[in-house]
């Protein structure tokens, strides 16, 4: 099978102080490929630049070194329309659910920013965000509340459902389930599980827990301290 996304030795070096430069790798010489419909789990102890691996292949963050394909397309040479349109084809889910939503603004108001984001017609709004809330298995009794009045895992399928609305291709799943009660983990993957199937999404899996990664992943790779990449087919 093609890849989707390719990251082909990307690496990069952080400097701090002001008149003795310290540097401190990051990432060094990190080749990893995403495929189209199937999940690639990456693992790794803490400070070991999973995230910041994560962030890059989102687009959200430029590697020192290497590159990032998209479709055979290095995303850093891509015209500021065509980055954009890869922006919302490759989203960041992040670990924190509730930290994802604006607390100031209803469930439904976060909703309608997005579809507002899209252009999509206002007089849709309602019945997509009905489907996108079935979809991701919330009711719409949700729509009036706030980030603070709905659980962790209602926060996480919500966070979820935004996403959709973008049609993304990948998502980068960033310790999506750590901060959940163990129940509402195996909720949340098999709904990730679920999407996966009926949309053909691909999932870059950030997880230091070997039984998500074991679940949700066909391929995983380890990240080691200064960069090395050890990876096994499940």
Wanted: with cysteine; hydrophobic share 40%.
């Amino acid at each position: 099978m093609l890849a989707l996304l390719k990251a082909e030795d990307v690496g990069l070096v952080y400097e701090s102080g002001l008149i003795f430069k310290r540097k401190q790798t990051v990432l060094k010489g990190i080749n990893l490929e995403i495929e189209e419909g199937r999940t690639l789990g990456l693992m790794g102890a803490s400070g070991c630049g999973k995230s910041t691996l994560g962030r890059i292949v989102a687009g959200l963050q430029r590697p020192g070194t290497g590159r990032i394909l998209f479709e055979g397309r290095d995303i850093n040479r891509l015209k500021r329309v065509e980055f954009a349109a890869y922006r919302r084809q490759v989203q960041m889910v992040f670990q924190d659910p509730e930290g994802s939503l604006n607390p100031k603004k209803s469930i439904e108001r976060s909703i309608h920013d997005v579809l507002s984001l899209i252009d999509a017609p206002r007089n849709e709004w309602q019945d997509r965000t009905r489907q996108m809330l079935e979809t991701v298995g919330l009711s719409e009794e949700l729509l009036c509340r706030y980030p603070a009045q709905i659980s962790g895992g209602q926060c996480q399928r919500v966070a979820l459902g935004r996403v959709l609305l973008l049609q993304p291709r990948i998502m980068v799943l960033d310790e999506p389930t750590s901060a959940l009660d163990i129940s509402v983990q195996a909720q949340i993957l098999n709904l990730l599980k679920d999407l996966q199937r009926d949309m053909g999404i691909a999932y870059l899996l950030i997880s230091h827990q070997p039984e998500v990664i074991g679940f949700m992943a066909s391929r995983t790779i380890r990240l080691e301290k200064g960069g090395c990449i050890q990876e096994k087919a499940e």
